[in-house]
């Protein structure tokens, strides 16, 4: 029990460290918000918006499809395909059966989903170094003007996650909702964990992070996925900045693989602390590794109190569709915290 406590303890300690260090005022590019274009609704901006090409694939080759070796004259040897040209008509097939399947999901998914997008973000003039605008971690994204963590090489990779670290969160001034989505598949028990709301005196974001631990594990200690379970993943954190009930995309974490998709803005410059957090929505898209996998995923997001929906509307909040292996949902109001 107590070398289980020591990595615990640790990472709460290095938690409460790196909020203070927030909180103390981490300097960081802020501009005026940007709002929608004169005349164009938030309905109009979304409906413009096509769902991107995924270049990645995403399917394997199906176990009973196999590709026979000619058969050539035995007169004729020298035409025979070598054992590298056999490989490459193999995996050519493979990559042309695979693209079709892969497309056809992708058709369909995109029939169901399309995730907000942010206005382009214009940077002032500034003779900043964006390179250089980093602290533990955490860099700056000039394109999208938010902050984000290098989920790649991050210190907090070896703490990963439990319940603790949420209780004592409003110690470093963080105020925040969060959902625990637990499963088992594949021998191990997942956790995929989301978090919107205030880090700190003036930042506001959200994050969706990747869990697992071996089977039967004892209290809600989880370590942070390891390389092989990245999970492809894009988010898009919408913000009901002026209480009109209109939400807005803020800034997007590209469709990537992702142990840990974090992002956040200046929110609250003159220090203001909110604690009623339905302003903040956070809509995410994850491609499982399988089907199966996000059947599992998906079956304990309904337990979660989430609504299964045949197409999903960004507007209608706790909501999510499926379709194989890739889900989409729509997060406001539910809280585990």
């Not at 395909?81 to 995996?91: C, F, I, M, V």
């Not at 997001?301 to 999903?312: C, D, P, Y």
């Not at 499926?322 to 585990?336: E, H, S």
Request: glycine share 6%; hydrophobic share 35%; with cysteine.
């Amino acid at each position: 029990m107590k070398n289980k406590a020591i990595p615990i303890a640790v990472g709460a300690v290095a938690v409460i460290l790196v909020g203070i260090v927030a909180a103390l005022g981490i300097k960081m590019n802020s501009s005026p918000a940007i709002e929608p274009a004169q005349g164009t609704t938030q309905a109009e901006t979304t409906a413009q918006i096509t769902y991107p090409v995924y270049e990645e694939t995403r399917f394997s080759l199906p176990d009973q499809i196999i590709v026979q070796d000619r058969i050539e004259p035995e007169t004729t040897p020298s035409t025979a395909p070598s054992e590298t040209e056999k490989a490459t008509e193999t995996t050519t097939l493979a990559e042309k059966l695979t693209q079709v399947a892969t497309t056809a999901v992708n058709k369909a998914f995109k029939e169901v989903f399309t995730l907000p997008k942010a206005p382009k973000y214009v940077p002032p003039d500034t003779d900043l170094n964006f390179a250089q605008i980093n602290l533990a971690s955490y860099k700056f994204n000039p394109d999208g003007n938010f902050y984000y963590t290098d989920d790649k090489e991050c210190w907090q990779k070896n703490f990963g996650f439990n319940e603790v670290y949420d209780t004592f969160a409003p110690v470093t001034m963080m105020y925040y909702d969060t959902v625990r989505t637990t499963f088992e598949y594949g021998g191990k028990e997942w956790m995929i964990q989301t978090w919107k709301g205030q880090y700190g005196v003036m930042f506001v974001g959200g994050e969706v992070g990747v869990y697992t631990r071996p089977l039967g594990s004892i209290g809600s200690h989880y370590i942070c996925a390891d390389k092989e379970d990245w999970l492809y993943m894009e988010t898009a954190f919408m913000w009901d900045e002026y209480g009109n009930g209109e939400y807005r995309a803020v800034f997007n974490r590209d469709y990537d693989k992702y142990w840990w998709a974090t992002g956040f803005v200046v929110g609250f410059p003159n220090g203001s602390l909110r604690k009623t957090l339905t302003e903040f929505r956070l809509v995410t898209h994850i491609t499982f590794k399988d089907t199966e996998m996000a059947d599992a995923f998906c079956n304990a997001f309904e337990a979660n109190g989430f609504t299964r929906v045949s197409k999903l509307n960004n507007n209608s909040p706790d909501t999510f569709v499926q379709v194989g292996p890739d889900v989409a949902f729509v997060w406001q109001n539910i809280n585990q915290k």
